[in-house]
């Protein structure tokens, strides 16, 4: 596959955010881009605006039968009509891994994985790129806030990628920097074990080009057996990793902190998003920007005007008496980072959160850990299972969560339910998070809320 000589690409699955990046990387080159989705969304609109040609129905009739590449995303079933037409009639057929594969051979790539992290770090990393003018293609795994979207491309043969370990897709890349952000178990569907998570983590790095450089989360798991040639770790406020924050202030919902090095330090850095977990997350993406050469001015400009990603601890409403986030939270470490934080930036508002668990194999190998970070919460409102990809699993519903949480009160409910309740008792701080529809829920509660 060279992309330089591909005249047109077929997406089957293009609205998901992965491959709706790599079909904006296309049609920015001048490729036709067409593709299948099974619904029309917000992103799906969004490209045929652009001039993406869409269709929503699994038709053979529809497709492009000229197409030199298609690309097709793992959440499509083997048995999709589309998909089996293209390889039963020899087309190239490969994944969207297969693509930013091709990407980070020929183009200096900055990757970032991490079962946490992932998509904050590398649309920080891809902002500070952009708003410094040093200029980067960017394919992120969120919609950034300063751009509303999640691609773009320059001329610079620059590439900062996020790193998806489902379907082990990650370790097709091959980075010049990468990023190892945290390496908790997650995907025991396709991993099956916690050691075998922390074993593809370890591949992610030995992955990385002659001379590159790893900057992997102080404290990590088996550190010691992640593999580059130069390697660096970042913590928040751990002086015995090679870079961290100090000073950390807490001002108006974000944070203002220095970021030290042995050799370097940027004083007075304004974020001016929520989350602790956050700081951390620019204390890495600061380093990349420094390992490339960017000016400590430059740096600090682009971090005030960073304006976080859609769907990552992002303020909906913000009065004084009374907050609304949103977050894609689905793992248990996750959602003690967010209602950890939340607590932490407004400890005089009452917490309700709102959380739909994703996945009946996630919930069931984590149903302990989901009850434990919710019960840092004052009240949860739990919605049914979200199950994506996966069929219902016998005894494992919301239910399961419920039982284990202590302290808060907790009520199920479906999603259409919650606007009627979040009304009738007004939140002080309220906090909608899970990686399913619950995103429906956000602007009628923003509205009723404001």
């Not at 959440?75 to 969207?96: C, Q």
């Not at 924050?245 to 304004?270: E, H, P, S």
């Not at 609304?324 to 939270?329: F, S, T």
């Not at 607590?343 to 850990?369: M, S, V, Y």
């Amino acid at each position: 596959m060279e992309l330089k000589s591909i005249k047109s690409v077929y997406f089957v699955g293009i609205g998901g955010i992965g491959m709706s990046a790599i079909a904006r990387f296309f049609h920015e080159k001048g490729v036709t881009v067409t593709g299948y989705d099974r619904t029309s969304t917000v992103l799906t609109r969004q490209l045929e605006t652009e001039g993406i040609s869409i269709h929503y129905t699994d038709d053979v009739t529809l497709l492009d039968k000229t197409a030199d590449l298609v690309v097709y995303t793992p959440a499509i079933p083997a048995t999709h009509n589309e998909l089996t037409w293209y390889r039963d009639n020899s087309f190239e057929v490969v994944k969207r891994s297969d693509v930013l594969q091709e990407i980070t051979r020929e183009l200096f790539a900055i990757t970032v994985a991490g079962t946490h992290g992932k998509t904050t770090v590398s649309t920080m990393i891809a902002h500070l790129l952009r708003h410094t003018g040093y200029g980067c293609n960017a394919f992120l795994g969120g919609i950034s806030v300063n751009y509303d979207r999640n691609f773009w491309s320059s001329d610079k043969a620059v590439a900062v990628i996020e790193a998806d370990e489902y379907d082990r897709s990650f370790l097709k890349l091959s980075p010049d920097i990468a990023v190892l952000t945290a390496m908790d178990a997650d995907h025991l569907d396709i991993y099956g074990t916690a050691e075998a998570v922390e074993e593809a983590f370890i591949q992610y790095t030995q992955n990385i080009k002659p001379n590159g450089t790893l900057l992997a989360r102080f404290g990590l798991h088996r550190n010691k057996d992640l593999k580059a040639t130069n390697k660096l770790t970042y913590s928040l406020q751990n002086d015995a990793a090679n870079v961290y924050a100090q000073n950390i202030k807490i001002q108006n919902g974000g944070y203002l902190f220095d970021v030290v090095q042995q050799d370097w330090m940027i004083t007075d850095i304004r974020m001016h998003i929520g989350g602790m977990h956050n700081v951390e997350n620019a204390v890495v993406a600061i380093a990349v920007a420094h390992l490339l050469g960017i000016s400590q001015d430059k740096i600090r400009e682009a971090m005030e005007d960073f304006k976080g990603i859609k769907r990552r601890f992002e303020y909906l409403v913000k009065k004084d008496d009374l907050v609304y986030i949103d977050d894609y939270a689905h793992h248990p470490e996750e959602l003690r980072a967010l209602i950890t934080s939340a607590k932490t930036l407004f400890p005089d508002l009452k917490c309700t959160i709102i959380f739909q668990p994703h996945l009946f194999t996630r919930t069931r190998d984590f149903a302990d850990g989901f009850a434990e970070s919710l019960s840092l919460a004052d009240e949860v409102i739990l919605l049914p299972i979200y199950p994506a990809r996966e069929l219902p699993i016998e005894g494992v519903t919301s239910e399961m969560i419920a039982a284990k949480i202590e302290g808060p009160s907790v009520t199920i409910m479906p999603r259409d339910s919650v606007a009627a309740l979040v009304k009738e008792h007004r939140p002080e701080m309220l906090i909608t998070a899970g990686a399913g529809d619950i995103d429906l829920l956000r602007e009628p509660l923003k509205e009723l809320l404001s």
